[in-house]
């Protein structure tokens, strides 16, 4: 039975960091592409960050660059999201995803193969 696990959610102010973790079992890790997703009330999921199977090459939509990072370690089977300068626009539920699709932030929820249940970050201004 394959499962993610995200953990590191929570409330911080604006400005603040944190750092998100997921955990993965049941499945070959380091054969996976990984992303981090988020979905906000009333917006569509979108991926922020996606990294390849090797942790050589990653991807990150525009609105997070330079401000979050992910890093996996397939020796420990997790893949985290390192979250600075958060936003209050940066608010919503942040999901693990794993897929055989080449890397981009461009997935759609057919080209990934497990989800997390989601952790939920929450920016105050």
């Known amino acids: 039975q394959v499962q993610l696990v995200e953990s590191g959610g929570g409330l911080v102010q604006a400005g603040g960091s944190l750092r998100l973790s997921c955990a993965a079992s049941g499945l070959t890790f380091r054969y996976y592409n990984m992303g981090w997703s988020r979905q906000a009330p009333g917006k569509e999921r979108e991926f922020v960050a996606v990294i390849n199977w090797n942790g050589e090459s990653t991807f990150y939509v525009d609105s997070v660059k330079g401000r979050f990072t992910i890093s996996r370690d397939n020796a420990k089977n997790t893949v985290d999201l390192q979250m600075n300068s958060l936003k209050p626009e940066d608010t919503a539920v942040y999901y693990c995803?794993?897929?055989?699709?080449?890397?981009?932030?461009?997935?759609?929820?057919?080209?990934?193969?497990?989800w997390g249940k989601g952790t939920l970050v929450s920016v105050s201004s």
């Open positions: 995803a794993a897929s055989f699709h080449p890397p981009s932030t461009n997935w759609s929820r057919n080209d990934v193969a497990y």
